[in-house]
């Protein structure tokens, strides 16, 4: 500590710290059921909870790196008073998590280290498990596995580990050619939250290339693959009691091809096949399966070209953008290279640096995602082909105020063969963002899910929140 104390004194940087308080109001159905301290279904759940965030960043001209930390305090259930649990987590998506990164470059060379690091002790419920029902911090989606309709209340652990490291060398002036390698971790830790949530582990691996044809037209090709192993709780007709162990390797070959279309607009399409093996054929053979993609993305606020540079195909800030990740499995070229910050607008001048709305909703924009791909199903183990949709929109209505909302659909399909366990998925929802102050802000956020898994049947979940956060003006030294 005292060594990476004086290193950053030697150094560029900055250093931020913020707070948040607030409720969580959520409601299941079917609704859980609890014997303590009395028989009874927990129709309407309150949690309560704070955090603290910090953030260090340091720079120098051919390196940089970022730490952050954010442990929170919750209480889960406040509505039943004594009995409620008060956790200490350092949990990603609800709670915070632990992250840091370093950037080195060169004029050709850019290498990348991230690593993302999360646990939480909690209590699981019907309630807790799903999606959209972690019973922690604001509200926010936590994409753990659906699982079967059960009233089992269970003290549990969870946790993620997600290490990577990237590199990304360009060839010449239009080609760039990338590698990444990592690890992932997540879900239970011991071996009574694994019967619940399954621990899911694997290394991965990407390398690929892009080349830029013309200032509008960019292409790419890119081979993945990941071998996951998924353990936790039998899927039935076996005993839940009885504990499995899955092994998938999984491996995609992609291309991709982008277009601008204006300054404020692009279309990105992808296709490709992936190779899995079969867990439900008398033998482990090999199966071919189908990857495709598109992503259409519009930022508002953008002024138009001039009309020389409409002509002459001058390229645009558009074309700076990463490329689109291809599927939330494995890894991309996104990995090895960090985005540039979105440009500041005019209008948000008066917002303190490191909170403007931008930094919560991205730049004003609207984004839609169609993908079918194969992956791995969290709490069977089992190679699923899905079909998903989303769509994105982010608006900035005033410098004080920020509004967002998305929409999800997720299906399996029958692809090589019907699925045993097909699920269905519907949600949405949206978050209101006002400034009252230049250090202060105030988030609404309200969340409604519906999903069916074959066998372990469906669930409806709705949560509302309210968080208001207080941070310090941004520290800068060098």
Known sequence: MIAALALAAQLKGTFDLSGAVGTQVRQVDPSPIITVPRLEKIVVADDLFALVNARLTLAEPRWSASL??????????????????????WEDFTAGATTNAVLWRDRHLTVTFLQALSYSRLLLTQASLYPYQQGTVGGQPAQLPNVPVSTTTTAGQLGGWDPSLGASVRTSRLTTVFASAGFTYRGGLDPATRGLIPGQYGPRAAVGASEALSPLDTVGLSASGQNLWTQGACPPPRPPTQFCNEQVPLAQLTGNWRRTLSRASSISFMAGAGASVDQLATSNAVVILPVA??????????????????????????????????????????????????????????LPEGSRLDDLFGTSALTATAQLAPTIDP?????????????????????????????????????????????????????????LTRQVDLSLTALEQWQFQSVYGSMRSTVGSVTLTAREPTFRFW
């Open 68 to 89: 952050s930390a954010a442990p929170g305090l919750a209480i889960q259930d406040a509505e039943l008073g004594k009995y409620a649990t008060t956790q200490v987590p």
């Open 379 to 435: 709490l069977t183990g089992f190679l699923s082909t899905r079909v998903s949709t989303t769509a994105t929109l982010a608006k900035q209505l005033s410098r004080q105020v920020g509004v967002a909302a998305n929409l999800a659909f997720a299906q399996s399909v029958p692809v090589p063969h019907p699925d045993p366990f097909p699920l269905t998925l519907v949600g949405g929802g949206g978050t209101a963002r006002v400034f």
């Open 293 to 350: 993609g598109v992503t259409y993305a519009h930022r508002f606020g953008v002024p138009s070209p001039e009309p020389n540079e409409a002509q002459n195909g001058t390229p645009t800030d558009t074309q700076a953008e990463a490329p689109t990740q291809t599927s939330t499995e494995t890894p991309t070229e996104t990995e090895t290279a960090q985005p540039e910050p979105p440009k500041e607008s005019p209008q948000e001048e008066t």
